[in-house]
Each structure stands twice: as C-alpha cells, then as structure tokens.
C-alpha cells in the first residue's frame, strides 16, 4: 500500500470521499493514502473507525453518519468477513434520519460503495478491515 495516513482521531485522514482502491492484509488503501484498521467514509472526509467486530456496531460507533445525515441516503456497512443483520433499534434509528443501512461483506461493500460513489449518490461506508 502507498504512504500510511497518519492524522489525529479528530481529525480526517482525507477531508473528502474517495474511491477504496485496495483493502486486505487489515487495512484500505484510497487516494494514495494507506490505512490499517477500520474505515468510516464520509462526504465530508475518511476516518479511523475503531470497529473491529460487527457486534461493535451502534449508534455510538456512528456518531459521524448521525451528525452528516442530512447529506446521506445510503449507508453501507462492511462487516469483515463475518454476516450480520443489524439491530432493529439501529436501523430504525438511521430511518428516523432518512439513512438506508445495507450491510454485507467489506469486499461487496467497497465495490458498492464504489460503485454508489462513481454515480455521486449521497453514499456514506462503514468498514471492517479484513486480514
């Protein structure tokens, strides 16, 4: 992966979107850019998302998507390698400020995410690493 990002937990590692290039290995590449950990990418930037684990998923976990919501209609959470059907509280919770939760796998979330991207929906992701 090219040169690791390395910014304060406050602070964007990238202050906009953009395409996940690579993933693997516990980390993303995006942007010239190499992280290792998991991602929360935004509109308004990426960050470190300290998710490992599905069960880790919650409100608190995606204080960021609730703050941006109004620039998000899609969230798509990438779950690692692992399946996992989100809470019905969480769910309702993002639908309660119009976000759509679409959780799957971290390699199909980024080729969504991508993909939603390219056509400049209001997409946002959520993503484990994977080793």
């Not at 990002?5 to 590449?29: C, M, N, Q, V």
């Not at 409100?59 to 390698?81: C, H, W």
């Not at 969480?90 to 939603?116: F, K, S, W």
Request: with cysteine; hydrophobic share 45%.
């Amino acid at each position: 992966m090219p040169n690791r990002a390395t910014t304060s937990p406050d602070a964007p590692h990238l202050p906009r979107s953009a395409p996940i290039e690579a993933y693997g290995k516990g980390g993303f590449a995006f942007a010239d850019m190499s992280h290792r950990g998991s991602l929360l990418c935004l509109p308004d930037g990426i960050w470190a998302w300290p998710v490992t684990k599905p069960a880790e998923i919650d409100e608190y976990s995606l204080t960021r998507v609730f703050k941006a919501a109004n620039s998000i209609d899609t969230l798509i959470v990438g779950t690692g390698t692992e399946v996992w059907v989100p809470p019905r509280g969480l769910r309702e919770a993002l639908r309660a400020v119009h976000v759509v939760l679409d959780a799957m796998q971290t390699g199909p979330a980024i080729r969504t995410y991508n993909i939603m991207l390219g056509e400049r929906r209001r997409v946002a992701a959520a993503l484990i690493a994977v080793p």
